[in-house]
């Protein structure tokens, strides 16, 4: 099956009178859509509580949630800290979607800086490497973190680079 759908809630949702995003589901689905990505893009900053109901009002109308993870990840990061930070990034936006129902992690693997390209890219996939360790020993192995085509020269995330 193909997904589509919005990634937040437009302005014509608003527009419309509608206020919170456990609204926009019904509103999707009736123009024939069937997806939706949270997008947790400056941090994860959201109740358990919350999440619950956003995932129970998208599968009352049939719609399959995605979050984005916050925007400024970087795994090809070159400080230890900020490194580790990137990984717990991930963490939490792959717990949110669990109360969420949701099962895609979408990220921006970040970006070269002054690294070439293929040590920022080895970086990104090391760091990535320890992402995935970690959902599996929190026990979120269920959750698949996707990361996102950019195609910026700078940025890591070709379609080779992804694939």
Known sequence: MIYFGPSGN????????????????EWIAAMGLNAF???????VKMRQETAREIGLKAAEAE?????HAPYYINLATEEPDKAQA???YLMESAQAAVWMGARRVVFHA?????LGKSEAFARAKQA?????????????WEVELCPETMGRVKQIGDLDEVI
């Open 128 to 140: 990535l490497e320890a992402a995935v360790d970690d959902l599996k020993n929190e026990g979120l």
């Open 86 to 88: 990137n990984v717990r």
């Open 63 to 67: 719609v399959v949630l995605s979050v």
């Open 37 to 43: 990505e949270y997008s947790f893009g400056r941090g």
């Open 110 to 114: 970040g970006s070269q800086g002054m």
């Open 10 to 25: 437009s302005d014509s949702f608003y527009a419309e009178g509608h206020k919170h995003t456990v609204e926009a589901f």
